[in-house]
């Protein structure tokens, strides 16, 4: 089948992927008819949520016809068509029996990274990355959906009409009735977006990836003028020398580091970010080592962010990353050594006022 693709930053095309298949026996398979362009999408397509990867299938927002079901889905069934949740929980836990689906403990295979980043692992979702489960999305001909008799709901086959969908509401909206469909109407026929169903998929995809682009491009906006503020900043120059230092992370880093003075040494800032090795062993992880607590959540949150955006960026962090790797680290693990030899450079950039130096990083410890 085809589907919208993230490749990269910035980097999305329409690639041939195999079939979605059941997995587990509560899937069922949707044919998608149509499929939103969220703004959270632009996270995604920006790099700012970490953990995607070159062929993830982007969209978390569908409605579609139900073609396959496993043999534990006793709800739905094929040939219905469905409106499906972006978060989908397994309706089992307690999170979920309480209504609290998108932080259910079983759907999201990954949930050491959310844990770290937010400090409390998120549920699964759609097309939002490995972080939250790794689901290929719904900007595709088909999708699998996990839990389908708990996320996927029917909704009416037949198209209402205007003025049917007045007569429906006019009892809760006597004066309003037919003023409000008219703007639902005009609404719709202004979308950019084609409906997936109404014309080939060839035409329905690509306008995906273009409405994307256009909203991309607002944002663009914004960041030049926020860039132009940095660039009046003295220390502007020396943060951005440093691969997967961009605009925001740079802005992050004057807001909640400054100069970099008031801390006495790079242990304290590490620290302050929350990014300080922890020495406590309780024994509950099995590699030794805890994702840590606490610290300034904005600072962390950037330092985490920007040592996942500059592996693609800088060949010595990515050797940096891939030698962790090789010592058996996780993902996470990885990504947060990184994190926290890159904020002990930082320390020393602001100290001395010198721009990065592009060595292989040594695997500093963080004494001084
Ligand atoms: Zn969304
Ligand atoms: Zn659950």
Aim: glycine fraction near 8%.
């Amino acid at each position: 089948m085809r589907a919208l693709t993230w490749n990269g930053v910035n980097d999305l095309t329409v690639e041939r992927v195999p079939d979605p298949q059941i997995i587990n026996r509560q899937d069922a398979i949707v044919k998608v008819r149509l499929s939103s362009v969220c703004g959270s999408d632009l996270h995604l397509i920006g790099g700012y949520m970490p953990a995607m990867e070159r062929g993830d299938v982007l969209g978390h927002e569908f409605i579609g016809d139900i073609v396959e079901v496993g043999s534990d889905v006793h709800r739905r069934s094929v040939g219905e068509r469905v409106v499906v949740c972006s978060f989908f929980g397994c309706g089992q836990c307690w999170y979920c029996q309480n209504d609290l689906w998108s932080l259910c403990d079983n759907a999201n295979t990954n949930p050491g990274l959310t844990e770290l980043t937010y400090g409390q692992p998120l549920g699964a979702c759609f097309g939002y990355s490995h972080a939250l489960g790794g689901n290929a999305g719904s900007h595709a001909e088909y999708i699998r959906v996990p839990y389908a008799d708990h996320g996927a709901f029917p909704v009416p086959e037949r198209k209402a009409g205007r003025r049917r969908l007045v007569e429906l509401i006019r009892p809760k909206a006597p004066r309003m009735a037919q003023r409000l469909i008219d703007d639902v109407f005009d609404a719709l026929d202004e979308q950019t977006v084609v409906v997936p169903g109404t014309g080939t998929l060839d035409i329905v995809i690509p306008s995906l990836a273009a409405s994307l682009a256009a909203v991309h491009t607002q944002r663009r906006a914004l960041e030049a003028q926020i860039n132009a503020l940095l660039e009046a900043h003295p220390l502007s120059p020396v943060l951005t020398s440093m691969p997967g230092v961009g605009v925001r992370t740079a802005a992050v880093l004057l807001v909640t580091v400054g100069d970099g003075t008031s801390f006495p040494t790079a242990a304290h800032l590490a620290s302050y970010a929350g990014l300080a090795p922890t020495t406590k062993s309780s024994g509950t992880s099995i590699h030794g080592e805890h994702a840590p607590r606490g610290g300034n959540r904005q600072l962390k949150r950037a330092m985490f962010l920007s040592a996942f955006a500059c592996m693609n960026a800088d060949p010595a962090s990515r050797t940096y990353y891939d030698k962790q790797r090789a010592r058996g680290k996780t993902h996470t693990q990885a990504l947060l050594r990184l994190a926290r030899q890159r904020i002990s450079v930082l320390f020393a950039m602001l100290r001395d006022g010198t721009f990065y130096d592009p060595r292989i990083p040594e695997d500093v410890e963080l004494a001084a």
